[in-house]
């Protein structure tokens, strides 16, 4: 009794620790996980608002340095061509080119399209050559919208440029025509900073990469794997409506968003490492482990001291749990306080009536052992609730057996030879569905029905079923040879089927039965029926799951009684019925 005792006393205690543990712990850790969450989720927001707003900076700022070369241009197109301004305009031609060092050409047209003046850094100045360009794409874009920006091409496969072409208020004013050397927006760009490594680049609209803080990124052109994976970048961040996570140009992961340059067709992107963009929402988290962590462990802590002092005066309750432990299920401990002594009565008591229970249910589960077959009673048994027999659809292999010519061996013997024949035969075969786990469901005079998979499971029914339907017709068949030597001519003649049934007790409040209802139900008992001495009859899905070694023979399509149209029937280890 004092091994009984011990036991309970340490679950108990266990069972305080948790509950004391989970009171302290479940909100601390609750809290804090909501805290870590919305922290989370507030600085990846400004994270994501940061970049953004980076991006768009960066945007404004190369717009401002493309307006500025627009404007720039625009005061070379204020005046008509005339020969007393010919000279003025050469001169502010070259104003222009100290002033705007991205500018590498300028090229002047009057309102008829012809170029008046060219001036150049890398080449020959020229004037008056009456070039026709009218047919340009630069001077009819900016006829249409006074202003037209070119897209941006390659010098000497490297160095980015860029057409901007400006028309004058006036059509005898002209155009002015400008090749924009787009790498001196680096300037621009190499001075974001973003964090401590966070970076931004400029692609235009096909993906060519135009400026980047590593120029020489922007000299190997658009064949270099590293410029492309800068376009796959801005690709995804268009995909995801916002920010994105992707890889820059070394390799790394980086989170990056973009805007978009108003007038052209770029795109400016923003960029930062993933570690250090994420850095502030690590170490928030690692702090919030930390607090969460010296939280639980003064939980812990301090539901070990509770548990302690309310299992110690346990020992003062020995003596009422003897009686409980000798099967007084109805006693009771009565203590009247209401500290841990009284929790802990209750307890025990509500044990009692437990027991109490459980006593009832083995009383029930006996009676069961009386009406139904002994493989569900103790299934219900093991189960501890009569539940499992409730109706339920499944799997099942069904196997019928009947032995052939008893009714006129039952006609012409004795009562006591019959029961002496029928109780070797129903012995013999109870044990072999018992050793295969299988469920005697009926016996009826010299049948029998066998469930397979119901209401015990079975991992291959299919192959237990054909089985136990062989060892069914060995075990049977040795026994008729017992017989026939008394001068008995009894034949055995096995039926078998698989599929779905509907499986569960049946019968009224005093008496009820195990068994299975459906189709494969009704072909298994017709096959039984037609099998002869010595044969097992069954359907094509049990025909499949034969064990190697084992004969299987097709009898074809045959139409049995009862059912609407003929099926398949294979014979398992047929043989010629035994002669009389």
Known sequence: MIRS????RRSLFTKYFIVLFSAVAIPLFSNGGLEAWFSYRDQREQLHEH????????????????????????????????AATEDRQRLDAQRLLRQVPAVAHLTLVDGDGKERLHVSRVSLNRAGSGTDWSGDPAVAGARAARVWYGPVTSHRGSEPFMTIAVAGNRPSAGIAIAEINLKLIWDVIASIRVGRT????????????????????VLRGTTDAAARSLATLRDEIRTSGGTATGRDASGQRVIAAMAAVPGVDWTVVVMQPLLEAFGPIIRSLVRTGVFLFLGALF?????????????????????????????????????????????????????????????????????????????????????GDDGVLDGRRVEVAVIFGDLRGFTAFSAG??????????????????????????????FSGDGLMVLVNAPMRCPDPARAAVALAVDMQAL???LIATWR?????????????????????IGYASRCDYTAIGPVV???????????????????????????????????????????????????????????
């Open 299 to 383: 939980a812990a802590l301090l539901a070990f001291w509770l548990a302690r002092r309310m299992t110690g005066p346990i020992r003062l309750l020995e003596q009422g749990t003897r009686q409980i432990g000798a099967g007084h299920f109805d006693h009771r401990i009565a203590i009247d306080s209401a500290d841990e002594l009284g929790r802990l009565a209750a307890q025990f008591n509500a044990m009692a009536g437990e027991l109490a229970l459980s006593q009832e249910r083995q009383e029930r589960i006996a009676r069961l052992r009386r009406f139904l077959a002994p493989q569900v009673a103790e299934l219900v048994d093991s189960s």
């Open 413 to 442: 013997t004795p009562p006591e030879a019959v029961m002496e024949v029928l109780s070797e035969y129903f012995e013999g075969l109870g044990r072999v569905i018992t050793a295969h786990g299988a469920t005697l469901i009926s």
């Open 198 to 217: 966070g970076q931004a680049f400029v692609l235009d609209g096909p993906g060519r990469l135009i400026a980047h803080p590593d120029i020489s990124l």
């Open 476 to 478: 049977v068949q040795s």
């Open 485 to 505: 030597a008394r001068g008995y001519t009894i034949g055995f003649g096995v039926g078998a089927a698989m599929g779905p049934a509907t499986v569960g007790r």
């Open 51 to 82: 970049l953004g707003l980076e991006a768009r900076a960066a945007a404004f700022r190369i717009q401002a340095f493309i307006d500025t070369i627009r404007a720039q241009l625009g005061w070379m197109v204020q005046l008509p061509w005339t």
């Open 5 to 8: 005792w011990v036991r309970p």
């Open 522 to 580: 009704n072909l298994a008992a017709r096959l039984c029926s037609a099998a002869e001495d010595r044969q097992i009859l069954i359907d094509a899905v049990l025909a499949e799951a034969v064990p190697g070694g084992t004969a299987v023979t097709s009898l074809g399509a045959r139409s049995l009684k009862g059912l609407p149209a003929a099926v398949p029937v294979f014979c398992v280890a047929c043989g010629a019925p035994a002669a009389p």
